[in-house]
């Protein structure tokens, strides 16, 4: 069984979050890429790659990323991830107005992984990229061991 992971960029951001090429990198080192996939979605209409910033965070921690845009959000999004991990805003009307809604509970924040209370810090609003690349590598590590239990 694939377990099939999304993050949705953060408000305003039509890049994909850093947060899915940390944990396509520790899935790697893992040995688990036959088994989790992980990809990236964004509400904006326009996705980008990630900006040069975050590129240059994720290179200092030596986290490979590609020159990808996340996929638009869509109604049939919702169906084709077993979990959808949010950046921030959890009450974002866009997310019953594209997915309708969470009928099956596996949208959540990705901060709750990482024991933080809010979303994950968004570089796009003022916060740093190192602060986000911090709070997302560890929820992300958190989320690895909880999958790995279930797999192995």
């Given at each position: ?5 999304l993050?949705?960029?953060?408000t305003?951001s ?17 040995g688990?890429?036959?088994?989790i996939?992980?990809?990236?979605a ?5 996705g ?9 965070v994720?290179?200092?921690h030596?986290?490979?990323?590609t020159?990808?845009?996340p ?5 049939s999004t ?5 979990y ?6 959890p ?13 099956d509970s596996?949208i ?8 933080y ?9 003022g ?11 560890i929820?992300?590590?958190?989320l690895?061991?909880k999958y ?5």
């Amino acid at each position: 069984m694939m377990i099939k992971l999304l993050f949705i960029s953060h408000t305003g951001s039509g890049e994909p979050p850093m947060a899915e090429f940390i944990m396509k990198h520790l899935v790697q080192k893992a040995g688990l890429s036959e088994k989790i996939y992980v990809s990236s979605a964004r509400f904006e209409k326009e996705g980008a790659p990630l900006c040069q910033e975050g590129r240059d965070v994720l290179a200092l921690h030596g986290i490979p990323f590609t020159n990808k845009k996340p996929l638009p959000v869509e109604w049939s999004t919702y169906d084709q991830f077993n979990y959808i991990f949010l950046m921030d805003n959890p009450q974002d009307p866009r997310l019953f107005n594209t997915m309708g809604g969470d009928v099956d509970s596996k949208i959540s924040l990705l901060s709750t992984y990482a024991g933080y209370e809010g979303g994950i810090a968004n570089p796009y609003d003022g916060a740093s990229f190192e602060d986000t690349y911090h709070a997302s590598e560890i929820a992300c590590s958190k989320l690895l061991e909880k999958y790995k239990d279930w797999i192995e």
